[in-house]
Protein backbone atom coordinates (compact mmCIF):
# COMPACT_ATOMS: atom_id res chain seq x y z
CA UNK A 1 0.00 0.00 0.00
CA UNK A 2 2.77 2.22 0.50
CA UNK A 3 3.12 2.43 -3.08
CA UNK A 4 0.03 4.76 -3.52
CA UNK A 5 2.46 7.36 -2.02
CA UNK A 6 4.06 7.32 -5.37
CA UNK A 7 0.95 8.32 -7.66
CA UNK A 8 -1.98 11.05 -7.20
CA UNK A 9 -4.74 9.22 -7.44
CA UNK A 10 -7.49 12.17 -8.27
CA UNK A 11 -9.90 9.16 -9.85
CA UNK A 12 -10.20 8.11 -6.37
CA UNK A 13 -11.96 11.23 -5.11
CA UNK A 14 -15.33 9.95 -6.59
CA UNK A 15 -14.78 6.54 -5.04
CA UNK A 16 -14.36 8.36 -1.31
CA UNK A 17 -17.13 10.28 -2.02
CA UNK A 18 -19.90 7.55 -3.50
CA UNK A 19 -18.43 5.05 -0.58
CA UNK A 20 -19.03 7.61 1.95
CA UNK A 21 -22.40 8.07 0.78
CA UNK A 22 -23.06 4.51 0.23
CA UNK A 23 -22.14 3.09 3.70
CA UNK A 24 -23.03 6.41 5.41
CA UNK A 25 -26.87 5.75 4.83
CA UNK A 26 -26.26 1.78 5.45
CA UNK A 27 -24.92 2.41 8.73
CA UNK A 28 -28.32 4.69 8.99
CA UNK A 29 -30.16 2.08 7.92
CA UNK A 30 -28.97 -1.14 10.53
CA UNK A 31 -28.86 1.84 13.56
CA UNK A 32 -32.56 2.52 12.73
CA UNK A 33 -33.47 -1.26 11.98
CA UNK A 34 -31.85 -2.05 15.65
CA UNK A 35 -33.87 0.33 17.38
CA UNK A 36 -37.07 -0.18 16.14
CA UNK A 37 -39.82 -2.28 17.58
CA UNK A 38 -42.95 -4.19 16.80
CA UNK A 39 -46.24 -3.46 17.75
CA UNK A 40 -47.32 -5.89 20.98
CA UNK A 41 -50.43 -7.89 21.53
CA UNK A 42 -53.26 -5.49 23.62
CA UNK A 43 -54.96 -7.02 26.11
CA UNK A 44 -58.00 -6.66 25.14
CA UNK A 45 -57.75 -6.40 21.30
CA UNK A 46 -60.52 -4.41 19.42
CA UNK A 47 -60.22 -6.63 16.10
CA UNK A 48 -60.40 -10.11 16.67
CA UNK A 49 -59.78 -12.36 13.54
CA UNK A 50 -62.99 -14.78 13.70
CA UNK A 51 -65.17 -11.76 13.60
CA UNK A 52 -63.16 -8.89 11.85
CA UNK A 53 -60.92 -10.55 9.37
CA UNK A 54 -61.22 -11.63 5.66
CA UNK A 55 -58.57 -12.95 3.75
CA UNK A 56 -58.56 -12.40 -0.40
CA UNK A 57 -56.46 -14.37 -2.15
CA UNK A 58 -56.51 -13.66 -6.09
CA UNK A 59 -55.53 -16.28 -8.00
CA UNK A 60 -55.22 -18.08 -11.45
CA UNK A 61 -53.06 -21.10 -11.28
CA UNK A 62 -53.15 -22.51 -7.90
CA UNK A 63 -51.70 -25.66 -7.24
CA UNK A 64 -51.13 -28.01 -4.17
CA UNK A 65 -48.86 -25.71 -2.74
CA UNK A 66 -51.90 -23.62 -1.99
CA UNK A 67 -53.21 -26.20 0.42
CA UNK A 68 -50.40 -25.74 2.78
CA UNK A 69 -50.67 -21.89 2.38
CA UNK A 70 -54.46 -21.99 3.07
CA UNK A 71 -54.17 -24.37 6.00
CA UNK A 72 -51.40 -21.72 7.40
CA UNK A 73 -54.12 -19.03 6.66
CA UNK A 74 -56.64 -20.97 8.37
CA UNK A 75 -54.89 -21.37 12.12
CA UNK A 76 -55.63 -17.53 12.09
CA UNK A 77 -58.99 -18.52 12.37
CA UNK A 78 -60.16 -15.83 10.01
CA UNK A 79 -63.84 -15.53 9.37
CA UNK A 80 -63.60 -16.32 5.44
CA UNK A 81 -61.05 -16.39 2.92
CA UNK A 82 -62.12 -15.84 -0.40
CA UNK A 83 -60.82 -16.93 -3.21
CA UNK A 84 -61.15 -15.01 -6.45
CA UNK A 85 -60.41 -16.50 -9.81
CA UNK A 86 -61.14 -16.84 -13.69
CA UNK A 87 -64.12 -18.36 -14.89
CA UNK A 88 -62.54 -21.39 -16.66
CA UNK A 89 -60.52 -22.48 -13.17
CA UNK A 90 -63.74 -22.20 -10.87
CA UNK A 91 -63.69 -26.10 -10.58
CA UNK A 92 -60.46 -27.06 -10.07
CA UNK A 93 -59.75 -24.30 -7.61
CA UNK A 94 -63.49 -25.47 -5.98
CA UNK A 95 -62.29 -28.48 -5.48
CA UNK A 96 -59.31 -27.47 -3.45
CA UNK A 97 -61.47 -25.22 -1.43
CA UNK A 98 -63.18 -27.98 -0.60
CA UNK A 99 -60.37 -30.52 -0.08
CA UNK A 100 -59.39 -27.96 3.01
CA UNK A 101 -62.17 -25.97 4.67
CA UNK A 102 -65.32 -25.51 2.50
CA UNK A 103 -67.28 -23.94 5.32
CA UNK A 104 -64.80 -20.59 5.10
CA UNK A 105 -63.63 -21.03 1.90
CA UNK A 106 -65.50 -19.08 -0.95
CA UNK A 107 -64.49 -19.54 -4.74
CA UNK A 108 -65.76 -16.00 -6.85
CA UNK A 109 -64.86 -15.24 -10.00
CA UNK A 110 -64.23 -12.80 -12.53
CA UNK A 111 -64.60 -13.11 -16.81
CA UNK A 112 -60.59 -12.87 -17.59
CA UNK A 113 -57.61 -12.89 -15.53
CA UNK A 114 -56.40 -10.05 -13.93
CA UNK A 115 -55.11 -9.42 -10.54
CA UNK A 116 -56.77 -6.08 -9.70
CA UNK A 117 -60.09 -6.62 -11.17
CA UNK A 118 -60.02 -10.15 -8.60
CA UNK A 119 -58.99 -7.60 -5.68
CA UNK A 120 -61.40 -5.84 -6.34
CA UNK A 121 -64.08 -8.42 -6.65
CA UNK A 122 -62.82 -9.63 -3.16
CA UNK A 123 -63.21 -6.30 -1.28
CA UNK A 124 -67.03 -5.97 -2.93
CA UNK A 125 -67.54 -9.09 -1.40
CA UNK A 126 -65.92 -8.84 2.05
CA UNK A 127 -68.07 -7.70 4.96
CA UNK A 128 -65.49 -8.13 7.76
CA UNK A 129 -63.96 -4.50 8.99
CA UNK A 130 -60.34 -6.15 8.00
CA UNK A 131 -59.18 -7.52 4.57
CA UNK A 132 -55.82 -9.39 4.43
CA UNK A 133 -54.61 -10.14 0.64
CA UNK A 134 -52.51 -13.25 0.60
CA UNK A 135 -50.35 -14.53 -2.17
CA UNK A 136 -51.61 -18.35 -2.95
CA UNK A 137 -48.05 -19.35 -1.52
CA UNK A 138 -47.88 -17.22 1.05
CA UNK A 139 -46.98 -19.48 4.00
CA UNK A 140 -48.02 -17.36 7.73
CA UNK A 141 -46.89 -18.58 11.27
CA UNK A 142 -49.48 -18.92 13.76
CA UNK A 143 -49.37 -16.00 15.45
CA UNK A 144 -49.75 -13.53 12.35
CA UNK A 145 -52.91 -12.45 12.40
CA UNK A 146 -53.07 -10.91 15.51
CA UNK A 147 -49.73 -9.45 15.50
CA UNK A 148 -50.81 -7.75 12.11
CA UNK A 149 -54.58 -6.78 14.02
CA UNK A 150 -52.76 -4.95 16.75
CA UNK A 151 -51.06 -2.28 14.33
CA UNK A 152 -54.99 -1.52 13.85
CA UNK A 153 -55.32 -0.59 17.50
CA UNK A 154 -53.59 2.59 16.17
CA UNK A 155 -57.24 4.16 14.35
CA UNK A 156 -54.58 6.22 12.12
CA UNK A 157 -53.36 3.65 10.69
CA UNK A 158 -54.85 1.99 7.50
CA UNK A 159 -52.47 -0.74 6.37
CA UNK A 160 -50.25 -3.00 7.97
CA UNK A 161 -47.20 -5.46 6.65
CA UNK A 162 -44.75 -7.72 7.41
CA UNK A 163 -41.69 -9.26 7.34
CA UNK A 164 -40.47 -12.18 5.04
CA UNK A 165 -38.41 -14.78 3.99
CA UNK A 166 -38.34 -17.25 1.30
CA UNK A 167 -39.48 -20.77 1.25
CA UNK A 168 -37.33 -23.22 -1.16
CA UNK A 169 -39.55 -25.11 -3.84
CA UNK A 170 -37.40 -28.00 -3.63
CA UNK A 171 -35.25 -29.40 -0.66
CA UNK A 172 -32.69 -26.84 -0.97
CA UNK A 173 -32.27 -23.59 -2.41
CA UNK A 174 -31.07 -22.87 -5.78
CA UNK A 175 -28.89 -19.56 -6.87
CA UNK A 176 -31.93 -17.97 -7.69
CA UNK A 177 -33.56 -18.84 -4.46
CA UNK A 178 -30.77 -17.55 -2.94
CA UNK A 179 -30.45 -14.47 -4.20
CA UNK A 180 -34.28 -13.23 -3.97
CA UNK A 181 -33.50 -14.48 0.27
CA UNK A 182 -30.93 -12.16 -0.35
CA UNK A 183 -32.94 -9.42 -1.42
CA UNK A 184 -35.80 -9.78 1.10
CA UNK A 185 -33.38 -9.56 4.15
CA UNK A 186 -31.89 -6.48 2.94
CA UNK A 187 -35.67 -5.37 2.86
CA UNK A 188 -36.52 -6.50 5.96
CA UNK A 189 -34.15 -3.83 6.96
CA UNK A 190 -34.82 -1.46 4.78
CA UNK A 191 -38.93 -1.39 6.11
CA UNK A 192 -38.02 -1.70 9.70
CA UNK A 193 -35.66 1.33 9.60
CA UNK A 194 -38.10 3.48 7.59
CA UNK A 195 -40.78 3.01 9.64
CA UNK A 196 -38.84 3.57 12.53
CA UNK A 197 -37.60 6.97 11.45
CA UNK A 198 -40.61 7.84 9.83
CA UNK A 199 -43.29 5.93 10.20
CA UNK A 200 -43.31 5.17 6.12
CA UNK A 201 -42.75 2.27 3.67
CA UNK A 202 -41.73 2.13 0.22
CA UNK A 203 -44.41 -0.27 -0.11
CA UNK A 204 -47.27 -2.90 1.46
CA UNK A 205 -45.78 -6.10 -0.67
CA UNK A 206 -48.47 -7.69 -2.26
CA UNK A 207 -47.57 -11.04 -0.47
CA UNK A 208 -49.57 -10.04 2.60
CA UNK A 209 -50.86 -7.39 3.42
CA UNK A 210 -53.51 -5.77 5.91
CA UNK A 211 -56.18 -2.65 5.11
CA UNK A 212 -59.39 -1.49 6.31
CA UNK A 213 -62.30 -2.66 3.94
CA UNK A 214 -63.75 0.83 4.37
CA UNK A 215 -60.73 2.77 3.03
CA UNK A 216 -60.70 0.08 -0.46
CA UNK A 217 -64.77 -0.18 -0.15
CA UNK A 218 -64.79 3.62 -1.40
CA UNK A 219 -65.88 3.94 -5.28
CA UNK A 220 -62.96 6.39 -6.00
CA UNK A 221 -60.37 3.84 -4.85
CA UNK A 222 -61.87 1.04 -6.56
CA UNK A 223 -62.27 2.85 -10.28
CA UNK A 224 -58.66 4.27 -9.82
CA UNK A 225 -57.31 0.82 -9.31
CA UNK A 226 -58.91 -0.91 -11.51
CA UNK A 227 -58.72 1.97 -14.20
CA UNK A 228 -54.78 2.77 -13.77
CA UNK A 229 -52.91 3.98 -16.84
CA UNK A 230 -49.56 4.89 -17.19
CA UNK A 231 -48.96 7.91 -19.15
CA UNK A 232 -53.11 7.58 -19.73
CA UNK A 233 -52.66 5.17 -22.28
CA UNK A 234 -51.09 1.78 -20.70
CA UNK A 235 -53.18 0.13 -18.05
CA UNK A 236 -51.55 -0.93 -15.40
CA UNK A 237 -52.59 -4.53 -13.81
CA UNK A 238 -49.55 -5.56 -11.84
CA UNK A 239 -48.27 -3.49 -9.08
CA UNK A 240 -51.32 -3.23 -7.01
CA UNK A 241 -49.16 -2.89 -3.95
CA UNK A 242 -47.60 0.36 -4.86
CA UNK A 243 -50.74 1.59 -5.53
CA UNK A 244 -52.24 0.83 -2.53
CA UNK A 245 -49.37 2.09 -0.66
CA UNK A 246 -49.19 5.38 -2.15
CA UNK A 247 -53.85 5.69 -1.77
CA UNK A 248 -52.50 5.06 2.44
CA UNK A 249 -49.83 7.95 1.70
CA UNK A 250 -52.11 10.23 -0.08
CA UNK A 251 -55.22 9.96 1.68
CA UNK A 252 -53.83 10.74 5.01
CA UNK A 253 -53.53 6.55 6.52
CA UNK A 254 -50.14 5.88 8.13
CA UNK A 255 -48.68 2.26 7.76
CA UNK A 256 -46.91 -0.14 9.50
CA UNK A 257 -44.97 -3.51 9.33
CA UNK A 258 -44.78 -6.01 12.07
CA UNK A 259 -40.69 -7.09 11.26
CA UNK A 260 -40.30 -9.54 13.63
CA UNK A 261 -40.36 -13.59 13.31
CA UNK A 262 -43.86 -13.71 14.99
CA UNK A 263 -45.37 -11.92 11.87
CA UNK A 264 -43.15 -12.97 9.28
CA UNK A 265 -44.30 -15.23 6.43
CA UNK A 266 -42.37 -17.25 3.84
CA UNK A 267 -42.80 -17.34 0.14
CA UNK A 268 -42.01 -19.21 -3.02
CA UNK A 269 -39.66 -17.51 -5.81
CA UNK A 270 -38.92 -18.41 -9.17
CA UNK A 271 -35.97 -20.92 -8.76
CA UNK A 272 -34.66 -20.47 -12.02
CA UNK A 273 -33.72 -18.03 -14.54
CA UNK A 274 -37.35 -17.15 -14.81
CA UNK A 275 -36.55 -14.92 -11.31
CA UNK A 276 -34.75 -12.18 -13.66
CA UNK A 277 -38.48 -11.66 -15.13
CA UNK A 278 -39.63 -11.56 -11.71
CA UNK A 279 -37.36 -8.52 -10.77
CA UNK A 280 -37.82 -7.04 -14.22
CA UNK A 281 -41.87 -6.43 -13.61
CA UNK A 282 -41.07 -5.49 -10.07
CA UNK A 283 -38.58 -3.06 -10.81
CA UNK A 284 -40.71 -1.85 -13.72
CA UNK A 285 -43.59 -1.16 -11.40
CA UNK A 286 -41.08 0.40 -9.10
CA UNK A 287 -40.44 3.16 -11.15
CA UNK A 288 -43.73 3.80 -12.38
CA UNK A 289 -44.83 4.00 -9.19
CA UNK A 290 -42.00 6.02 -7.79
CA UNK A 291 -42.14 8.87 -10.24
CA UNK A 292 -45.66 9.69 -9.42
CA UNK A 293 -45.04 9.58 -6.04
CA UNK A 294 -42.19 11.83 -5.78
CA UNK A 295 -43.24 14.18 -9.28
CA UNK A 296 -46.73 13.76 -9.63
CA UNK A 297 -48.05 13.21 -6.18
CA UNK A 298 -45.69 14.71 -4.02
CA UNK A 299 -47.86 13.59 -0.66
CA UNK A 300 -44.49 11.47 0.56
CA UNK A 301 -42.26 14.45 0.75
CA UNK A 302 -44.40 15.67 3.59
CA UNK A 303 -45.35 12.97 5.13
CA UNK A 304 -42.54 10.51 5.06
CA UNK A 305 -39.01 12.78 3.86
CA UNK A 306 -36.89 10.30 5.10
CA UNK A 307 -38.80 7.41 2.44
CA UNK A 308 -38.81 9.60 -0.16
CA UNK A 309 -35.16 10.31 -0.48
CA UNK A 310 -33.58 6.84 0.76
CA UNK A 311 -35.87 4.56 -0.17
CA UNK A 312 -36.90 6.47 -3.34
CA UNK A 313 -34.51 9.44 -4.71
CA UNK A 314 -31.37 7.29 -3.50
CA UNK A 315 -32.58 4.29 -5.28
CA UNK A 316 -33.48 6.58 -8.34
CA UNK A 317 -29.58 7.11 -9.03
CA UNK A 318 -28.05 3.85 -7.24
CA UNK A 319 -27.89 2.35 -10.92
CA UNK A 320 -25.41 4.74 -11.43
CA UNK A 321 -23.59 5.14 -8.24
CA UNK A 322 -23.13 1.38 -8.73
CA UNK A 323 -22.03 1.23 -11.90
CA UNK A 324 -19.69 4.16 -11.36
CA UNK A 325 -17.03 1.93 -9.55
CA UNK A 326 -16.72 -0.93 -12.40
CA UNK A 327 -15.57 2.43 -14.91
CA UNK A 328 -13.42 3.91 -12.60
CA UNK A 329 -11.69 0.67 -11.92
CA UNK A 330 -11.12 0.55 -15.43
CA UNK A 331 -9.56 4.07 -15.61
CA UNK A 332 -7.35 3.32 -12.88
CA UNK A 333 -6.38 -0.22 -14.64
CA UNK A 334 -5.71 1.47 -18.04
CA UNK A 335 -3.24 4.19 -16.07
CA UNK A 336 -1.47 1.75 -14.81
CA UNK A 337 -0.83 0.01 -18.02
CA UNK A 338 0.96 3.19 -19.35
CA UNK A 339 4.75 3.84 -18.62
CA UNK A 340 4.92 6.20 -15.23
CA UNK A 341 6.99 9.18 -17.29
CA UNK A 342 3.90 9.19 -19.68
CA UNK A 343 1.29 9.65 -16.76
CA UNK A 344 0.71 6.43 -15.76
CA UNK A 345 0.53 4.80 -12.19
CA UNK A 346 3.18 3.02 -10.69
CA UNK A 347 0.46 0.53 -8.65
CA UNK A 348 0.39 -2.95 -10.85
CA UNK A 349 -2.68 -3.08 -12.82
CA UNK A 350 -3.59 -6.62 -11.61
CA UNK A 351 -3.07 -4.69 -7.70
CA UNK A 352 -5.95 -2.64 -8.02
CA UNK A 353 -8.18 -5.16 -9.82
CA UNK A 354 -7.77 -7.42 -6.49
CA UNK A 355 -7.91 -5.52 -4.14
CA UNK A 356 -11.24 -3.95 -5.89
CA UNK A 357 -12.56 -7.96 -5.87
CA UNK A 358 -11.32 -7.71 -2.20
CA UNK A 359 -13.53 -4.86 -1.33
CA UNK A 360 -16.57 -5.84 -3.15
CA UNK A 361 -16.80 -8.95 -0.90
CA UNK A 362 -15.88 -8.01 2.34
CA UNK A 363 -18.16 -4.55 1.74
CA UNK A 364 -20.92 -7.15 0.53
CA UNK A 365 -20.20 -9.78 2.86
CA UNK A 366 -20.80 -7.56 5.56
CA UNK A 367 -24.15 -6.08 4.15
CA UNK A 368 -25.63 -9.29 4.18
CA UNK A 369 -24.80 -10.62 7.51
CA UNK A 370 -28.54 -10.63 9.09
CA UNK A 371 -28.63 -13.27 6.68
CA UNK A 372 -25.66 -15.23 6.55
CA UNK A 373 -26.24 -15.77 10.82
CA UNK A 374 -29.31 -17.22 9.80
CA UNK A 375 -27.70 -19.14 7.01
CA UNK A 376 -23.94 -19.26 6.64
CA UNK A 377 -23.75 -21.95 4.11
CA UNK A 378 -25.14 -19.25 1.57
CA UNK A 379 -21.76 -17.05 1.52
CA UNK A 380 -20.60 -19.11 -1.41
CA UNK A 381 -23.55 -17.05 -3.13
CA UNK A 382 -21.50 -13.50 -2.38
CA UNK A 383 -19.59 -13.27 -5.52
CA UNK A 384 -23.38 -14.13 -7.54
CA UNK A 385 -24.69 -11.50 -5.48
CA UNK A 386 -22.00 -9.00 -6.73
CA UNK A 387 -22.53 -10.00 -10.25
CA UNK A 388 -26.53 -9.49 -9.74
CA UNK A 389 -25.65 -6.08 -8.37
CA UNK A 390 -24.42 -4.95 -11.59
CA UNK A 391 -26.93 -6.75 -13.97
CA UNK A 392 -29.48 -4.92 -11.46
CA UNK A 393 -28.27 -1.92 -11.98
CA UNK A 394 -27.94 -2.45 -16.14
CA UNK A 395 -32.51 -3.93 -15.81
CA UNK A 396 -33.46 -0.77 -14.01
CA UNK A 397 -31.96 1.85 -16.91
CA UNK A 398 -33.67 -0.95 -19.14
CA UNK A 399 -36.80 -0.76 -17.24
CA UNK A 400 -36.97 2.92 -17.32
CA UNK A 401 -36.77 2.86 -20.71
CA UNK A 402 -38.84 0.09 -21.45
CA UNK A 403 -41.83 1.40 -18.97
CA UNK A 404 -44.73 1.13 -21.52
CA UNK A 405 -44.35 -2.65 -21.31
CA UNK A 406 -46.90 -3.52 -18.46
CA UNK A 407 -47.30 -7.52 -19.33
CA UNK A 408 -46.62 -9.58 -16.03
CA UNK A 409 -43.73 -11.62 -17.96
CA UNK A 410 -43.94 -14.90 -15.69
CA UNK A 411 -47.42 -16.25 -15.63
CA UNK A 412 -49.32 -17.68 -18.60
CA UNK A 413 -53.08 -16.99 -19.01
CA UNK A 414 -53.39 -12.90 -18.21
CA UNK A 415 -54.63 -11.21 -20.73
CA UNK A 416 -55.59 -7.88 -21.97
CA UNK A 417 -56.24 -5.71 -19.39
CA UNK A 418 -58.44 -3.08 -21.05
CA UNK A 419 -60.61 -5.87 -22.47
CA UNK A 420 -60.64 -7.48 -18.60
CA UNK A 421 -61.62 -4.62 -17.03
CA UNK A 422 -64.79 -4.01 -19.75
CA UNK A 423 -66.37 -7.28 -19.03
CA UNK A 424 -66.04 -7.16 -15.45
CA UNK A 425 -69.40 -5.71 -14.74
CA UNK A 426 -71.21 -8.62 -16.33
CA UNK A 427 -73.00 -11.30 -14.54
CA UNK A 428 -70.66 -14.44 -14.04
CA UNK A 429 -73.25 -17.74 -14.48
CA UNK A 430 -70.41 -20.03 -13.21
CA UNK A 431 -69.95 -17.87 -10.19
CA UNK A 432 -74.04 -18.36 -9.57
CA UNK A 433 -73.59 -21.92 -9.83
CA UNK A 434 -71.03 -22.58 -7.46
CA UNK A 435 -70.75 -19.55 -4.65
CA UNK A 436 -73.60 -19.07 -1.65
CA UNK A 437 -75.14 -15.74 -1.88
CA UNK A 438 -73.67 -13.23 -0.28
CA UNK A 439 -74.08 -12.69 3.30
CA UNK A 440 -75.43 -9.17 4.95
CA UNK A 441 -73.51 -6.81 6.03
CA UNK A 442 -71.53 -7.87 9.64
CA UNK A 443 -70.89 -4.01 9.82
CA UNK A 444 -73.39 -1.90 8.13
CA UNK A 445 -71.76 1.44 9.92
CA UNK A 446 -69.02 0.98 7.67
CA UNK A 447 -70.47 1.71 4.71
CA UNK A 448 -71.30 5.01 6.05
CA UNK A 449 -67.66 5.40 7.56
CA UNK A 450 -66.86 8.98 6.58
CA UNK A 451 -62.41 8.95 5.58
CA UNK A 452 -60.66 11.76 6.65
CA UNK A 453 -60.95 14.81 5.14
CA UNK A 454 -57.68 15.20 2.62
CA UNK A 455 -57.05 16.63 -0.70
CA UNK A 456 -57.64 14.57 -3.02
CA UNK A 457 -54.29 12.92 -5.28
CA UNK A 458 -53.99 13.70 -8.62
CA UNK A 459 -51.20 11.20 -10.03
CA UNK A 460 -53.62 8.58 -11.39
CA UNK A 461 -54.51 8.79 -14.99
CA UNK A 462 -58.20 7.61 -15.35
Known amino acids: M ?13 FGVIGFYRY ?7 AASL ?5 PLPENPTYIAEEDVTIVVPTIDAGEEFKEAAHSWLVGKPKEILIITEEKMLGPLQELANAVDPDRIRVLTVPYANKRLQ ?17 DDAIWPPTLLPYVLACFEDQKVGGVGTSQRVQPVGKSM ?20 STHIDGGLPCLSGRTAAYRTVILKDPEFLHGFTHDFWLGKYQLNSGDDKFLTRWMVSHGWGTYVQCCKEAELLSTMKPNWRFLKQVLRWTRNT ?18 PYVAYTMQVDKLIN ?33 VIISYVV ?4 TRTAKLLPHLWDRPQDIIHVPAFILFGYYFAVMKLYALFTLHETGWGTRAGIGDPTAATAAADKPSPAEEKFAPPTPAPRYPEAETYQQQPVELQTGYAR
Open 2 to 14: LRLTSDKFPVFVP
Open 174 to 193: TVWEVLAAFRLSIRNIEISA
Open 319 to 351: PFTLLAGPVLVALVVWKSTKPVDDGGYHLPWWN
Open 287 to 304: WRSDLRSLFMEGHVWTSH
Open 24 to 30: LWYLIRI
Open 359 to 362: WLMA
Open 119 to 135: MSHGIKNTTTDIIVFAD
Open 35 to 39: AYRSV
